[in-house]
Nanobody, 118 residues
Framework: VQLVESGGGLVQPGGSLRLSCAAS????????MSWYRHSPGKERELVAA????????HYAPSAKGRFTISKDNAKNTVYLQINSLKPEDTAVYYC????????????WGQGTQVTVSS
């Protein structure tokens, strides 16, 4: 099983990024996918989540209006589009896969660093 995030980097405030998380080794279409972030000194935060059918999407209050989660089942990939980036968005962003048949079964990626700075 692998979840491989990409797309992070250094971006100026106001810029945009699209993070990708490519999944392999499990039935992607049966899992809910989510993005978390973790920055030093803060708790890990759920940013956005999407269910397997793509009809239930959740955003953290801090993400509403600027973040968009989507996924492509044909490519086994989940995306996080982040617009109008702010310095407080600086964090390591992780994707998580959660089985909708077994809530005890989940997988995590290794994370991708997003740094927002001028």
């Amino acid at each position: 099983v692998q979840l491989v995030e990409s797309g992070g980097g250094l971006v100026q405030p106001g810029g945009s990024l699209r993070l990708s998380c490519a999944a392999s080794g499990f039935t992607f279409s049966s899992f809910a996918m989510s993005w978390y972030r973790h920055s030093p000194g803060k708790e890990r935060e759920l940013v956005a989540a999407i269910n397997s059918a793509d009809n239930i999407i959740h955003y953290a209050p801090s993400a509403k209006g600027r973040f968009t989660i989507s996924k492509d089942n044909a490519k086994n990939t989940v995306y996080l589009q982040i617009n109008s980036l702010k310095p407080e968005d600086t964090a390591v962003y992780y994707c998580k896969a959660l089985s909708e048949q077994n809530a005890l079964l989940s997988y995590w990626g290794q994370g991708t660093q997003v740094t927002v700075s001028s």
